[in-house]
């Protein structure tokens, strides 16, 4: 345990910050050290008309009175960021700032000084849970889950949020809330001052290979994610199209789907290759998609889910391999400078309890080695040149390399789709209790008919879209496409 805290989680680089004004009046919170002179912290740990800046390197130091001063030489209330500059002492241990975009539900790692733990330091495991990267005028960055073992998060204000052991932003905790939200070190470095003094002092700062890659634009979804249950293991997301005058919106996802057959059926090699107009490519992409095949709807809805929620680049769609199985969606994620292959596990059924038990299959076919090498295969010809990480994608085809070295990790995404009272008995009051009820029910299932080794390795998102009536959909859309 000594070695995960003060390693996996730099514990020696993380400080309690002190400010006292002149009347005497004291601020607590956390910061962590940038370079051996430098720390960053939350602005709000620093008082307005501040007298001194104290910097206590562990507990025993707070509780023995024993710590450095500080000063602020640049700061943005609006940002709530300061960077601060120790005097006559130098920090041996400090944490590389790093320029990366790391998706929802990735898990990172956290410390700070809490009060409620009477200033000693708090370890957290958490997820990123909402990320308001595109929305400019939100005052935060991303959102993080809490943790089961603070209640109060005071004092956790400027605590790094640790990513492979890098920086990649800083926990930003509101007085009176217990949702934790941060600044990316993106936004922070975007600040001219902030950048610009950074820069002066060589503070070192690492950008993530293909972070300035934006995945191809995709059309409209008709999802909403009412849901985002992180509770327990696996994550499940509650997926939802809304209702109007309590009718389900049925017709509004029909005519969404159909906007993303093109995005689903063609790979982006095989858009950017051809040469005819809009007509004729939608009629290319429609002549792939699996006519007949219910378990296809899944998959296209899978394909949707994925793609906005977690910022994939689409790789290959459902094919049928040698022994006649199909594959369901492929994706590749660039995920704080790793190279994520999704591997899709999509299922459409009756029942919640029949999706599920299907799904489980399919995901335990995709562990199968000969399938997986059989799908590694196929992706590899549809591997487009303006992708990053050029080189990791190339290890994906090279057979001198072990097959589970080729690729950093395994996602995958799972879409259960099935007829359900939730949705024909609509209850506008109790709806999202009972969704909640029957998501805990979901992982029930799946928790009771799966195994550690069948997910070892990998990592299970899952998405639960009760419908009305499964056939009537996909007779609709049927008639939609064609």
């Known amino acids: 345990m000594i070695v995960t805290k003060h390693e996996e989680y730099r514990l020696n680089s993380i400080f309690i910050v002190e400010s006292t004004d002149d009347d005497g009046n ?15 912290t939350a602005n709000h740990n620093i008082g307005e008309n501040y007298k001194n800046i104290r910097v206590y390197v562990s507990t025993d130091n707070f509780n023995e009175d024993k710590y450095f001063e500080a000063n602020c030489i640049v700061n943005d209330d609006e940002l709530d960021i300061a960077l601060l500059e120790i005097f006559d002492n130098q920090i041996e241990d400090y944490i590389d700032l790093y320029v990366a975009s790391v998706n929802l539900d990735s898990e990172v790692l956290s410390c700070g000084y809490p009060c409620e733990k009477e200033y000693h330091d708090a370890l957290i495991k958490v997820k990123i849970t909402n990320s308001f990267e595109n929305i400019k005028t939100s005052p935060y960055s991303f959102e993080i889950s809490q943790s089961n073992t603070i209640t109060n998060y005071e004092g956790m204000s400027g605590a ?3 990513y492979d052991k890098k920086c990649i932003g800083i926990l930003i905790v509101q007085q009176g809330q217990n949702t934790l939200y941060a600044i990316s070190i993106k936004d922070i470095l975007d600040n001219k001052n902030i950048s610009s003094k950074l820069e002066e002092l060589g503070v070192e700062i690492i950008n993530q290979e293909g972070f300035d890659y934006k995945p191809p634009k995709y059309p409209k979804s008709p999802f909403n994610y009412c849901i985002n249950c992180i509770e327990d293991e696996p994550n499940i997301k ?3 199209i809304g209702f109007s005058f309590n009718k389900w919106n049925l017709t509004n996802l029909i005519d969404l789907l159909y906007d993303w057959v093109i995005d689903y059926c063609l790979s982006i090699k095989e858009r950017s290759s051809f040469t005819g107009g809009d007509r004729q490519l939608f009629k290319l992409a429609r002549s792939h998609y699996p006519i007949g095949d219910l378990n296809a709807l899944a998959d ?8 906005e929620s977690y910022k994939t680049i689409p790789v290959m769609n459902k094919i049928f391999d040698v022994n006649n199985r199909t594959f369901s969606c492929t994706h590749a994620v660039l995920n704080g400078g790793q190279l994520e292959l999704w591997i899709g596990a999509s299922s459409v059924n009756r029942t919640m309890e029949e999706a599920v038990l299907n799904s489980i299959e399919n995901i335990k076919y995709i562990l199968d080695i000969s399938s997986l090498k059989n799908r590694i295969y196929a992706l590899t010809n549809q591997i487009d040149s303006s992708w990053p990480y050029q080189e990791k994608l190339k290890r994906l085809s090279d057979a001198t390399i072990p097959l589970d070295k080729r690729f950093d990790k395994i996602i995958i995404p799972v879409f259960i789709m099935h007829d359900s009272d939730l949705i024909n008995n609509y209850n506008e009051v109790a ?9 805990n029910d979901c992982r ?3 928790k009771n008919n799966i195994t550690e080794d069948d997910v070892n390795l990998i990592d299970l998102r899952v998405f639960c879209f009760p419908v009305s009536d499964i056939e ?11």
Do not use: Q, W, Y
């Open 26 to 40: 004291t601020i607590r919170g956390s910061g962590f050290a940038i370079s051996g002179k430098n720390i960053l």
């Open 160 to 162: 790094p949020v640790l």
């Open 238 to 240: 509650g997926v939802d």
């Open 300 to 307: 296209l809805c899978l394909h949707v889910a994925i793609r």
């Open 431 to 439: 709806f999202l209790d009972l969704f909640k009820l029957h998501i």
């Open 444 to 446: 029930g299932v799946i």
């Open 472 to 482: 009537a959909i996909n007779e609709a859309f049927m008639e939609e496409i064609n």
